[in-house]
Nanobody, 126 residues
């Protein structure tokens, strides 16, 4: 049973934009952290960003240095959906993007997240 459903992604040229979204009423909710990770071929999975949903249903976020200033997390409470907007894309942003959920505070370690989406592909090339 899929509890986190990802959508979006696709292909873009360098400098372009894409977004990926993660939905799931059970996990995209207050008190939970949603992390974004990506994995390029033959590379380890790396942390990209996280968003913590507080008890006012607002999201605070943090980003890796490689995407800071280009990526942004947003939350749609009505749809239990959290999204990652990716701007000024670079070829090195390409990979399989995953969202993952955990209860409580956020970490950058993928092993701390017990629930994962199915992944969505992002391709950046000219």
């Amino acid at each position: 049973q899929v509890q986190l459903v990802e959508s979006g992604g696709g292909s873009a040229q360098p400098g372009g934009s894409l977004s990926v979204s993660c939905s799931g009423w059970r996990y995209v909710r207050s008190g939970n952290c949603l992390g974004w990770f990506r994995q390029a071929p033959e590379k380890e999975r790396e942390w990209v960003a996280w968003g913590y949903i507080d008890y006012y249903n607002t999201v605070s976020s943090s980003y890796s240095d490689s995407v800071k200033g280009r990526f942004a997390i947003s939350l749609d409470n009505d749809k239990n959906t959290i999204s990652l907007q990716m701007n000024s894309l670079k070829p090195e942003d390409a990979g399989l993007y995953y969202c993952a959920a955990r209860t409580g505070g956020c970490t950058k370690d993928p092993s701390d997240y017990p629930t994962w989406g199915q992944g969505t592909q992002v391709t950046v090339s000219s």
